[in-house]
């Protein structure tokens, strides 16, 4: 009952899916299908593969990776890896959809620190504007940007819709310089109220079902999750060998 239930709430995550070439979704076994939709409803095309695992079927939900038996009988949750490798496959597809997922992100709603140069690395971070890791990691953008690092900022608000601090989250992604309002922000100095049609509750959906649970979160472009605080050296580190 419990993996039911988990299921059951990772219905519309299945929409973020990755879609796949058309006709692959047609040689799904019926029994997979059915085995999915009795645990969380119709799904999107795309949201079922076949998997490396032989027999199995890949179904991609709520930033996880399921794998359903041919016959639908079986269900496994868990990390796939390939021996003689010692990859993780899950992973794999983990970053695949979380790289589609940034890639079909709305620019004009994000916050853009960029290079003054050429930019070698981009990394999306989904940010509180009073977390105090999150301004420690603000106070090293600018070192970012030098080393050819774009810094896109989306909105993840660790506290609830009416809260000050959510209401801050939205101040800045309305006040007429962005930047200068995260900034303020970040160091703990008052903004200016406001609203307007802003992307803040879109970007925390976004990032619960991408797997967010803690700011910062950066995600770079291949789709690897980096959580919490890094220093930026090492973050640039980390890019180089990517």
Not at 12 to 33: C, I, K, M, N, Y
Not at 132 to 160: I, M, Q
Not at 192 to 210: F, I, M, Q, W
Request: net charge negative.
């Amino acid at each position: 009952m419990a993996i039911r239930a988990w299921l059951a709430a990772a219905t519309a995550a299945l929409a973020f899916a990755t879609a796949l070439p058309a006709g692959h979704a047609g040689e799904v076994p019926g029994p997979v299908l059915e085995a999915v939709r009795s645990l969380v409803g119709p799904v999107e095309p795309g949201a079922v593969r076949e998997a490396p695992l032989p027999g199995f079927y890949e179904v991609r939900a709520r930033g996880e990776i399921l794998y359903v038996s041919a016959d639908g009988r079986y269900l496994l949750h868990g990390n796939l890896y390939a021996v003689e490798s010692r990859r993780n496959l899950t992973e794999d597809t983990r970053r695949e959809v979380r790289r589609d997922a940034i890639g079909r992100m709305d620019e004009d709603a994000l916050i853009v620190f960029a290079p003054a140069g050429a930019t070698k690395h981009r990394l999306t971070v989904f940010t509180d504007v009073d977390c105090p890791y999150c301004s420690k990691f603000h106070l090293e953008v600018p070192d970012l940007n030098e080393s050819g690092v774009e810094v896109r900022y989306a909105a993840w608000p660790r506290t609830p819709p009416g809260t000050e601090s959510h209401d801050r989250s939205i101040s800045v992604w309305c006040a007429e310089d962005r930047h200068q309002a995260m900034t303020d922000a970040k160091a703990g100095r008052a903004i200016a109220p406001a609203t307007c049609e802003n992307p803040v509750e879109e970007h925390y959906e976004l990032g619960r079902r991408l797997g967010v649970s803690g700011t910062p979160t950066l995600f770079t472009e291949d789709g690897t999750s980096i959580g919490g605080y890094v220093p930026w050296r090492e973050l640039v580190s980390r890019l180089g060998r990517s």
